[in-house]
């Protein structure tokens, strides 16, 4: 049943395709002009007795009048107009009504109605300050950490969506992820035009995923992107309405991309061998479903709570050792801020993420036993070079699940008293003393949004590892 301004524009546009004035048209029923005319603006209801009359003299049905949908290009623009200007958001701002006149022309309402949408569009994505999303990524962290990472409604997906095309272990190759589109209706495109800021493009309307040519053939990210553009139709997400609400969005999506490539049943089976041998080494898993060394860590946090039984933290660490991404569920403390966000925060110098970064020789994993204030863990840490930096992968357990793991003969132990800052962030005396007031160093723009400014004497510059630098280049000749 349409609204009254709809059911207005439609008497509106059937009276002039009968080519009658107001006058003329209530000549013909008996209605006033004033009254015909507070109809046609959606000010009045008309009665069934009128509806049934109008009905009659356009020679149309009273189901037409009554019809849902505006009657042309040019009524669906007054229309959104009038809803516009009725909500709330807009009231709010004082500003007049603006009543779509015959002389206004079609560009002149566009723009309007365009303006409005963009407006609307605006307000309710509620673009995210860095604070907002901090906030968000945080609550999304401690939500997790409930769920132990495991979301068993997702995975029950991607079990029906592989077992359909007989994915049931090894690496999922580019030929089955597109027959899993396909069977959502969708076909995956490669372009080497997509826009700038996307990763991928997906077309309901024609059934489309547009994702980036392959130029590293085999490389697994792709596979990821491409899946991660079926989720969205599979979870049937539409557009977010706030940014924990995209955040969550992500989140399935990327869930269910991970699910798809490394199943459950063959993941836990292929897991649950290495826990028996006492083997479990991330590169293993890694190796055996074809996919990035991140990507079966994180996995691997989905599956290990609830189907091995072992609290876990896994923890992406960049070059700078700022934490771009972590999860715990097994009490490691984590670097926070104050509002308890943990992104663009610096991990301990004595954990595994930055112990391996400083490393010369890179080649291998590296494993080793932290003692914290929250006791002690065994963390394995894999290091590589991304587009712009280097990262630390560091998967990581309580002391007493170190025995699944290979890698837990390693000699390698460190002490973090972190988040005390005389741990690894203040210098002693002697050296603040020797260099106070001899010094300056001018700080790094960070590059993501996430980053504080470590706390130090130079904004943005830790004093430890400035003292640490000059004290090594002191003893240098010019
Ligand atoms: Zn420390």
Known sequence: MADTATVGLRIRHFRGQAGLTLDQLS???????????????????????????????????????????????????????????????????????????????????????????ELDRRARLAI??????????????????????????????ADAATAAVGHTGGALTHRTVAEMAARVGLSIIHVDDLPHSARSVLDLEHGRIYIPPASIPGGHGLRSLALQAVAHVVLGHTQPASYSNFLRQRLEASYY??????????????????????????????????????AAALRFTNLATEHLGIRLHFLRVGGDGAVVRAYENDGLPLPLDATGSTE????????????????TTRTTEHYQYTDTPHGTFFESTQTGTGTSEDFAITLGVPYRESKWFRGRESQYRAVSRCPDLNCCRRPDDGLSQRWSGQAWASARVHAHIFSPLPHGTYPGVDDRELYDFLEAHASDDG
């Open 344 to 359: 663009g925060e610096i991990v301990c110098r004595y954990w595994s993420a930055r112990q391996a970064l400083g490393r």
């Open 27 to 117: 000549d013909r029923i008996g209605v006033a002009p004033s009254q015909l005319s507070l109809m046609e603006n959606g000010k009045r209801e008309p009665r069934l007795s009128v509806l049934t009359a109008l009905a009659d003299t356009f020679n149309v049905a009273i189901a037409d009048l009554l019809d849902d949908s505006p009657p042309t290009e040019r009524a669906a623009l007054e229309l959104d107009l009038h809803k516009a200007q009725s909500n709330s958001a807009y009231q709010e701002l004082g500003l007049p009504a603006i009543k779509p006149t015959r002389g206004m022309s079609d560009a002149t309402l566009r723009a309007i109605v365009g303006l409005h949408r």
């Open 257 to 294: 991309a991970a699910a798809c490539l490394m199943p459950r049943r063959a993941s836990v089976d292929f897991l649950q061998a290495a826990k028996d041998e006492r083997t479990i080494a991330i590169e293993d898993f890694r190796d055996a479903f074809g996919v990035t060394h991140e």
């Open 128 to 157: 995210a300050t860095p604070e907002e999303a901090r906030r968000a990524n945080t609550q999304m962290r401690w939500w997790l950490r409930e769920q132990n990472n495991y979301l068993p409604d997702i995975e029950a997906l």
